[in-house]
């Protein structure tokens, strides 16, 4: 079992940026794939960007160039760092893992608002 907590989500201007960040324990070493998702109200949850384990990484066009996965093995942490945030971009922010079995686990989602 994997148990995932996220952090870092808030309130920012548009064109601002924020950190969030996902820290993994549990089975670590089971781990394939982690990402983020995200879900807006009245929106059904999409998904923001993953990470292999491997370091490959996948962005939907949506994302791409303004976002970045990332992680640090040695905390068991994935980031997200989000740049030229829109107010499209307001939702709950989760964190996802795979593992080699396919068992899927999510953390319990941070909200991020864009606004001015």
């Known amino acids: 079992q994997v148990q995932l907590v996220e952090s870092g989500g808030g309130l920012v201007q548009p064109g601002g940026s924020l950190r969030l960040s996902c820290a993994a324990s549990g089975i670590i070493a089971s781990i394939s794939t982690m990402g983020w998702y995200r879900q807006a109200p009245g929106k059904e949850r999409e998904f923001v960007a993953i990470?292999?384990?491997?370091?490959?990484?996948t962005y939907p066009e949506s994302v791409k160039g303004r976002f970045t996965i990332s992680r640090d093995n040695a905390k068991n942490t994935v980031y997200l760092q989000m740049n030229s945030l829109k107010p499209e971009d307001t939702a709950i922010y989760y964190c996802h893992s795979r593992d080699f079995w396919g068992v899927e686990n999510w953390g319990q989602g941070t909200q991020v608002t864009v606004s001015s």
């Open positions: 990470i292999t384990s491997g370091d490959l990484t």
